[in-house]
Structure formats: C-alpha cells, structure tokens
C-alpha cells in the first residue's frame, strides 16, 4: 500500500524550531518530487515547498523562504522539513504529499499523508 | 488572495446538480497548465477528485467531472448526495512564482 506518515508536529514558542519526517512506503520513493502542503485551521491548502526526486533542486512559498528548509534521505524514505523562526502565522497541519507521476512535476497530488499539526504559541 | 478564485460556498438539494468555478490567469490555466480538483471531508486529508482536468482517478464516481476552458475550469457534480457535502479546492501550476504549484481558495458545498 503506498502510503506516507508525517511526524514532528507539536507545540512551539515563537521564533523557535521544528523539523518534520515523511516516511514514505509502498512506492519508489526515490523517483518522485515531494511536496509539503498546509492548512491554518479553518482555512484552506497553502502550497509550503517541493524537492526534486534526487533533491538537488528546492522550491519554496514566499511566506516561507528563508526560514523552511526542505531536504530527503532517499536511503531511508524519508522527506524533511526544517522550519525555523517560526510565527503564530505558521500554526497549521503540514501534509506531505506525493505527485501522482514520477515524471510529473506539473501532475495532481495523489498521495497524502495524514498531516502533523503545528502550533506556534506562548 | 488566492491565485485561483473559487466561490467561497454552493449549495444544492440532493440529486441537484452544482458547478463550482475556478478562475485563473494567463500565467496559469490560461498558459494551458492543467486543473486538478480535490476533495476535503471534515477531519480529513484531501483527496484527488479529478486530475488533468476532466479525468477521474480509480473510484471516484462518475457523478464527478471537470472542464477547463481559456483562464478557467470546472468541476460539475451531479446527482447531489448527502455525502458529498465536503470542501473542494481546485490546484494549478502558475510559471510567474517561485513556488508555482496554486491552490483555489476553497469551495463549501452544502447538502441542503
């Protein structure tokens, strides 16, 4: 079964750190981009960062360049992201998510985790 | 603001038919990048309704569908059932961003 588990969430002071694992199984995870996508509560997706599958290229939302930095373990099956400075306006479910082609970097998303909750309060 | 405007909510009785819109630019639908569609239910990761435009994955019923035309696109669902009560997003690609993967904002569908 192709599947993909987020983990990390949590509770976070402003400014403060976090990083989030994608284990990935059931399919070759080394032949897809992977992507990140959150939702505020109440409100909806926001499009968060991409890799390419070999992970030599990134891309990232304005709202979060600079301070998200998203890699991957090909070895482990395993998709990051490394949020730093982080603001009340970050508090979201973050969900991995997986294009429904290798090959494609413009296709739908068809695989997503059940996302991890973030909540950047003091 | 959204890169792709959807109307905020639609409603419909069952077995009524609803369309709910997605309005772009040329920098995305309008460049000819494809429209997908997904599927929130309360308490849930979205779901992949309709990808490439008009074409349904393995399972979605065929109650479901979308077009596109120029800037925009469509997903029509017939035959409304209690069930499909359920926010739906529609997503593109847009070449001006650095990150031109788009989401619509959100359409509520209420089951009236």
């Known amino acids: 079964e192709v599947q993909l588990v987020e983990s990390g969430g949590g509770l976070v002071q402003p400014g403060g750190s976090l990083r989030l694992s994608c284990s990935a199984s059931?399919?070759?995870?080394?032949?897809?981009?992977m992507h990140w996508v959150r939702q505020a509560p109440g409100k909806g997706l926001e499009y968060v960062s991409a890799?390419?599958?070999?992970?030599?290229?990134?891309y990232y939302a304005d709202s979060v360049k600079g301070r998200f930095t998203i890699s991957r373990d090909n070895s482990k099956n395993t998709l990051y992201l490394q949020m730093s400075s982080l603001r009340a306006e970050d508090t979201a479910v973050y969900y991995c998510?997986?294009?429904?082609?290798?090959?494609?970097?413009?296709?739908?998303?068809?695989?997503w985790g059940q996302g991890t909750m973030v909540t950047v309060s003091s | 603001q959204s890169v792709l405007t959807q109307p905020p909510s639609v409603s419909g009785a069952p077995g009524q038919r609803v369309t709910i819109s997605c309005t772009g630019s040329?920098?995305?639908?309008?460049?000819?990048?494809?429209v997908h569609w997904y599927q929130q239910l309360p308490g849930t990761a979205p779901k992949l309704l309709i990808y490439?435009?008009?074409n349904r994955p393995s399972g979605v019923p065929d109650r479901f569908s979308g077009s596109k035309s120029g800037t925009s696109a469509s997903l029509a669902i017939t035959g409304l059932q209690a069930e499909d009560e359920a926010d739906y997003y529609c997503?593109?690609?847009?070449?001006?961003?650095?990150?031109?993967?788009?989401f619509g904002g959100g359409t509520k569908l209420t089951v009236l």
């Open positions: 890799i390419s599958s070999n992970g030599g290229s990134t």
């Open positions: 490439g435009n008009s």
């Open positions: 997503q593109s690609y847009d070449s001006s961003l650095s990150a031109p993967w788009v």
């Open positions: 998510v997986r294009p429904k082609a290798s090959s494609g970097w413009y296709d739908a998303f068809d695989i």
């Open positions: 040329s920098s995305n639908i309008g460049a000819g990048y494809d």
């Open positions: 059931g399919f070759t995870f080394s032949s897809y981009a």
